[in-house]
């Protein structure tokens, strides 16, 4: 099946300082998704991409498509504490609704 | 916002012994999914359900697992005789009628433990 390539692992960073996490497959997708995960809790959509080379923004989150639709990126500017949690990217192929999950990155931010 | 309910929050069950988590997907989405995350592992798909079938599965959902949309506002999971490794959370998805709506509303899961 496919497989998706999420890093970093985890984050430590202080508040305020901006973020970088990237997601990478061996065979396209049509779509990709970051998703954040609180404890406890299902994933949340954060944002969607649809297009090779779409560059998409959501407040201080902001998240690009590959050009070759094999990779994605989510970035998180000047992060704040409740920013805390774990930060998923998905890909979809054909299925809108069957998506294949990156590892995640878990991400803490010290105030 | 609407959202899909989960219940139980939480089953403790015997290896070897049936369950049945329960989901109510948002009243107007049309395609159900279920998911699976081990704990500290990443979110798996199990199985997509529309137009009242299997649309597709995952090597996961084998014999064991079931799924069934009772009625119009329940869809279910069924795990027949459990096993140690069917500790997880799992959570039920749902979408609506485009299919670029690919905007899944998950439930909060359920965490299912099996002693």
């Known amino acids: 099946g496919q497989q998706l390539n999420q890093s970093p692992q985890s984050m430590f960073i202080q508040e305020g300082e901006d973020v970088s996490m990237n997601c990478t497959s061996s065979s396209i997708f049509n779509t990709w998704l970051w998703y954040k995960q609180d404890p406890g809790e299902g994933p949340v959509l954060l944002i969607a991409l649809y297009k090779a080379g779409e560059l998409t923004s959501n407040g201080r989150l902001t998240a690009q498509f590959g050009i070759t639709r094999k990779d994605s990126f989510l970035n998180i500017s000047a992060s704040i504490p409740s920013d805390v949690g774990i930060y998923f990217c998905?890909?979809?192929?054909?299925?809108?609704?069957?998506?294949?999950f990156g590892d995640g990155t878990t991400l803490t931010v010290k105030p | 916002e609407p959202e899909v309910t989960q219940t139980p929050s939480h089953q403790v069950t015997q290896m070897g012994q049936e369950v049945i988590l329960r989901c109510v997907p948002i009243s107007n989405h049309l395609y159900f999914y279920w998911y699976r995350q081990i704990l500290g592992q990443k979110v798996e798909f199990l199985v997509s359900f529309y137009n009242n079938e299997i649309s597709e599965k995952s090597e996961i959902f084998d014999d064991q697992f079931s799924v069934e949309r009772p009625d119009g506002s329940n869809f279910t999971l069924k795990i027949r005789s459990t096993k140690l490794e069917d500790s997880a959370m799992y959570f039920c998805?749902?979408?609506?009628?485009?299919?670029?709506?690919?905007?899944?509303?998950f439930g909060s899961g359920t965490q299912l433990s099996v002693l």
């Open positions: 998905a890909g979809q192929y054909r299925d809108a609704g069957k998506s294949t």
């Open positions: 998805a749902s979408r609506g009628d485009s299919r670029r709506n690919e905007k899944l509303f």
